[in-house]
Structures are given as structure tokens and as C-alpha cells.
């Protein structure tokens, strides 16, 4: 259905550099945002989430941004290490997770 | 180790056939969510239970079904198997109904 974008489906990035992820979704009713990170042959791991009563939220080199006027978040990742290679996905909450379809994060030494 | 367990983890049949796919959650978990995610595809949200109870429902087709038993692990039943639904098919669980979900290994599905 098509809620939550994430419209790049690759990004690379330097090691040391920082890996800037975007996300979109549609509807205003969301109110719990969260990133996964997933590796090949494993299922989806949870990374960080944010409230949309916040618009920021920081565990550790992992950084989630919300703007709720324009329906974006974005998660920054600083820095960039070869063990963050892996798909990223965006999912908006309310009373179930709508996923995007990823973004393939390589990291380059 | 997410504590979220599948089974079978590769599983291989014929179009027209029926094939049962399990999670046992995590201990604790009340609800237990199902994905299907095909070769380049996100995650496509199929179903969610909540302690027993059909919470939610998303891209489900109606030759596929779902419960969640009194110990709180689920099956995904899939009929009439089509080469289209050859896929990875997740189970999550988590203690309510909208917060981080944690996610087993998979289940992957080849229809031939």
C-alpha cells in the first residue's frame, strides 16, 4: 500500500563518512517511526525509533530525524563503518508497521 | 539470536500444493506479525494476532490464512501455490501492538 518510500534503493559511502538514509510516508495517523537493519539470510534486526511527539533521536553513532510537516524521517549513521553494509529499512507505525521497500547501504574502505 | 523462531527454514513444493509455515515468538510476546518479502521487494505486511485475536491485516491473499494458538505461536498457511508466491516469508513478534518488532530468520519459499 505504499505508505512509507524510502526512494533510494542504494547509497555508498566512504568508511569514516557519514550515510545519510531518507524516508517518506503518506499518512498523518502514524505516530512511532522505526529503522531495521538487514543482513543477507537474516531476517530484519531493530536499529532505532522515534515518537512523533520528538524530531530527533540519537543512539550512539545512529542519528533518526522526523520533520511531521513534511512527512519525512532520515537516519544518519556517523561515522560510516564496513559493518553497516547491509539494506536499511524505514517503517511508520499506528497500530501496525508499514514498511519501505530499502535501501542497500555499502560501505567502502 | 532475535529469540523468534521458524520453521521450516527452506521449504520447496509444486505449484497447486499447500504448505504450512510456524514462529513461536519471543517469550513474552503477545503479538506476532507475518511478511512477505519477494526478490527485490520490501517487506510486504501480511497479517498481525494479538494474544489469539486477528489484529491487523494487510496484502493478504485469501488463499493464505493465519492463526495464533493459546501458546502464542502462529502458522501461515498458503494454498493453491503459484510461482508468484516463491518468496522469504518473516514472522516478528513483540509485546504490543505498534512498537520495535523482533524478527525470526525466515522461511524460504520456492514454488516450481
Known amino acids: 500500500d505504499q505508505q512509507v518510500k524510502q526512494n533510494s534503493p542504494s547509497l555508498s559511502v566512504q568508511e569514516g563518512r557519514i550515510s545519510i538514509l531518507n524516508c517518506d510516508y503518506t499518512?498523518?495517523?502514524?505516530?512511532?517511526f522505526l529503522w531495521y537493519k538487514k543482513y543477507p539470510a537474516e531476517g530484519p534486526t531493530f536499529l532505532i525509533s522515534i515518537s512523533s511527539i520528538k524530531d530527533k533521536n540519537e543512539d550512539g553513532r545512529f542519528t533518526v530525524f522526523l520533520n511531521k510537516s513534511a512527512k519525512h524521517l532520515s537516519l544518519h549513521i556517523v561515522p560510516s563503518q564496513p559493518g553497516d553494509s547491509a539494506v536499511y529499512f524505514c517503517a511508520a507505525s499506528k497500530s501496525h508497521s508499514s514498511f519501505g521497500a530499502g535501501t542497500t547501504v555499502t560501505v567502502r574502505a | 539470536d532475535s529469540g523468534v523462531t521458524q520453521t521450516p527454514k527452506h521449504l520447496i513444493t509444486a505449484t497447486g500444493q499447500r504448505v504450512t509455515l510456524r514462529c513461536s515468538p519471543r517469550?513474552?510476546?503477545?503479538?506476532v506479525y507475518w511478511y512477505q518479502q519477494s526478490l527485490d521487494q520490501g517487506l510486504q505486511f501480511l497479517i498481525q494476532y494479538y494474544n489469539g485475536e486477528e489484529r491487523a491485516k494487510g496484502n493478504i491473499l485469501e488463499r493464505f490464512s493465519a492463526q495464533q494458538f493459546p501458546d502464542l505461536h502462529s502458522e501461515l498457511n498458503l494454498s493453491s501455490l503459484e510461482l508468484g508466491d516463491s518468496a522469504l516469508y518473516f514472522c516478528a513478534s513483540s509485546v504490543g501492538g505498534a512498537g520495535e518488532q523482533y524478527f525470526g530468520p525466515g522461511t524460504r519459499l520456492t514454488v516450481t
Open positions: 517469550s513474552g510476546d503477545l503479538s
Open positions: 499518512n498523518s495517523m502514524f505516530d512511532y
